[in-house]
T-cell receptor, first 111, second 112 residues
Framework: GQQVMQIPQYQHVQEGEDFTTYCNSS?????IQWYKQRPGGHPVFLIQ?????EVKKQKRLTFQFGEAKKNSSLHITATQTTDVGTYFC???????????FGDGTTLTVKP | DTEVTQTPKHLVMGMTNKKSLKCEQH?????MYWYKQKAKKPPELMFV???????INESVPSRFSPECPNSSLLNLHLHALQPEDSALYLC???????????FGPGTRLTVL
C-alpha cells in the first residue's frame, strides 16, 4: 500500500535558525497537504499543493511539491517559538476519502 | 462558522461502559471523518462518511460504532473498550474528499 515517509522525526533549533521537513511518497500523489499540530492541540491545515514543481509561500513558510509529485518539503525561515509543534504531510490514499499521514516532524525551538 | 466542535473534551470510562463521542460542523461539508491518535503518532483513520453514508471503515473493531444522523453531526458509539483504546479521538470534515480537512479539538479518552 501507499507509504508516506517524513524526516526528520525530531528537530531542535535555536530561535532564528531555519528548519526543513521532508515528505516522500512511495507512489505519485495527486496532491499533498500540510498540517501543523501544536502540543496538546489538533491538526490545523496549512496548505495544499497540486501541481508538479509547485512552490507556495506563507510568510516565513515555503512549501514545495516535487517535479515527480512524489516528494514535498516545508521550510521555515528564521524560526520563532510560535513555530513549535508537529508538522504532518498527508497524501490521498488509494481509496477516495482516505488520507495517508506521514509520521510527522516535531519541531522544538529554543529561545 | 468555520469550526468543528467535539464533545466531551475528556472522557474516562470503564471497560464495561457505553459512551458516545459527538462531532458537529456547520460548514456544509459533505465528508466527515473519525481519527484515532496515540501520543507522538500521526492521526490514524477509522471511518469516513460521505453524504451521510459510511464510505470507509478501516477494519475498526466492532466495539467502535459510527453514526451520522445528519449532514452536520457525527457520533462514535463506544462499548466494551480496552485500555489500549485510550487515545485522542479526532473528528474532521472537508468539503469533499479532495479538499483540506478541518479538525475538531478532539476527545481525550481514557479507558480504565
Amino acid at each position: 500500500g501507499q507509504q508516506v515517509m517524513q524526516i526528520p522525526q525530531y528537530q531542535h533549533v535555536q530561535e532564528g535558525e531555519d528548519f526543513t521537513t521532508y515528505c516522500n511518497s512511495s507512489t505519485t500523489l495527486s496532491n499533498i497537504q500540510w498540517y501543523k499540530q501544536r502540543p496538546g492541540g489538533h491538526p490545523v491545515f496549512l496548505i495544499q499543493l497540486v501541481k508538479s514543481g509547485e512552490v507556495k509561500k506563507q510568510k516565513r513558510l515555503t512549501f514545495q511539491f516535487g517535479e515527480a509529485k512524489k516528494n514535498s518539503s516545508l521550510h521555515i525561515t528564521a524560526t520563532q517559538t510560535t513555530d513549535v509543534g508537529t508538522y504532518f504531510c498527508a497524501g490521498p490514499g488509494a481509496n477516495a476519502g482516505k488520507s495517508t499521514f506521514g509520521d510527522g516532524t516535531t519541531l522544538t525551538v529554543k529561545p | 462558522d468555520t469550526e468543528v466542535t467535539q464533545t466531551p473534551k475528556h472522557l474516562v470510562m470503564g471497560m464495561t461502559n457505553k459512551k458516545s463521542l459527538k462531532c458537529e460542523q456547520h460548514m456544509g461539508h459533505r465528508a466527515m471523518y473519525w481519527y484515532k491518535q496515540k501520543a507522538k503518532k500521526p492521526p490514524e483513520l477509522m471511518f469516513v462518511y460521505s453524504y451521510e453514508k459510511l464510505s470507509i471503515n478501516e477494519s475498526v473493531p466492532s466495539r467502535f460504532s459510527p453514526e451520522c444522523p445528519n449532514s452536520s453531526l457525527l457520533n462514535l458509539h463506544l462499548h466494551a473498550l480496552q485500555p489500549e483504546d485510550s487515545a485522542l479521538y479526532l473528528c474532521a470534515s472537508s468539503q469533499d474528499f479532495h479538499n483540506e480537512q478541518f479538525f475538531g479539538p478532539g476527545t481525550r479518552l481514557t479507558v480504565l
